[in-house]
């Protein structure tokens, strides 16, 4: 079973739109969760933390519902630059487990 | 945008030859990473590093090796390409006491012949 399981999708949605995708991981152990951008073809880097209380930064908001080992990501207004692959990833003592990402393309 | 730097960004092989995949960071980190990722899946740890002198094998099974002599450079080598090693190859650093924030490079894309 994989640590991390993500819908691939792509999500497709116009500009403007609200756009919101899990993962699950399998790990109740799990220490920090973390949600990463990666655009097409170029490396990963680090959009944002996830807490169990939620947060937001800016357009986005993570939740994280330990009881079910689930994260969420919720992208409101969504803008053409929003386009790329997410990337759920789980942090167990010095490692990270990544999924294999949702897709999000936003349309004109 | 993250010091951390690979060459060659793309390399087209033939199979059998040894080939090192360079990775380099000006950040002074002391954890660096290397990933394996095929196009559409999740990244695979296959090494990791602590700092100088310190390498361990990561969670991905892997033919190839790789030195920490320098706090800055982390080389992966395969000693005999094959076909099945075609792949992308994503270094990573992160700063000290933050093993979550990890920097990348810009990758490499291997096609073994």
């Known amino acids: 079973r994989k640590e991390v399981e993500q819908d691939p999708g792509p999500f497709n949605v116009p500009e403007g739109a609200t756009v919101a995708f899990n993962c699950t991981y399998s790990n109740s152990a799990s220490q920090s969760f973390f949600w990463y951008r990666q655009d097409c073809r170029k490396e990963p880097k680090l959009l944002m933390s996830v807490y169990s209380s939620g947060n937001e930064d800016g357009r986005f908001t993570a939740q994280l519902n330990r009881a079910s080992q689930y994260i969420s990501l919720l992208i409101r207004d969504s803008k053409l630059s929003d386009s790329a692959t997410y990337l759920c990833?789980?942090?167990?003592?010095?490692?990270?487990?990544f999924g294999a990402g949702t897709t999000v393309t936003v349309r004109a | 945008e993250a010091d951390i730097y690979q060459t060659p960004r793309y390399l087209v092989i033939g199979t059998g030859k040894k080939i090192t995949l360079e990775c380099s960071q000006t950040?002074?980190?002391?954890?660096m990473y290397w990933y394996q990722q095929d196009p559409g899946m999740e990244l695979h740890l296959i090494h990791y590093s602590y700092g100088v002198n310190s390498t361990e094998k990561g969670d991905l099974s892997s033919e190839s090796t790789v030195s920490r002599i320098r706090t800055e450079h982390f080389p992966l080598t395969l000693e005999s390409a094959r076909p099945s090693h075609t792949s992308q190859y994503l270094c990573a650093s992160n700063p000290r006491g933050k093993s979550y924030e990890q920097y990348f490079g810009p990758g490499t894309r291997l096609t073994v012949t």
């Open positions: 990833v789980v942090s167990n003592d010095y490692k990270l487990s």
């Open positions: 950040m002074g980190h002391d954890k």
